[in-house]
């Protein structure tokens, strides 16, 4: 999976958008976020100026999984 797809599958299943942050970086306040830094793709939720449970992949495809495994809980049916 890539991050388009990732995206697709959040609003598939309706994860609010403002549970996450992919690509943008940053320390948005209580979200989880997936992004590249120095070579690696990293998942992490960023909550009053920091990140916590910081997790590196060296594909995007292993990242979007862990990612969407994340915040499927969050979607609605």
């Known amino acids: ?13 309706k994860v609010p958008k403002n549970c996450y942050s992919i690509m943008k970086g940053g320390l948005p306040n209580e979200v989880y976020c997936l992004t590249t830094e120095g070579g690696n793709w990293i998942v ?6 920091s990140r916590t449970g ?6 995007e495809s292993d990242a ?13 049916k």
């Open 1 to 13: 999976m890539n991050i388009h797809e990732l995206e697709s599958k959040l609003e598939k299943i």
């Open 64 to 76: 979007c999984n862990y990612f969407y495994n994340k915040l499927k809980i969050y979607g609605k």
């Open 54 to 59: 910081l997790t590196s992949f060296k594909s």
């Open 44 to 49: 992490y939720y960023s909550e009053r100026g």
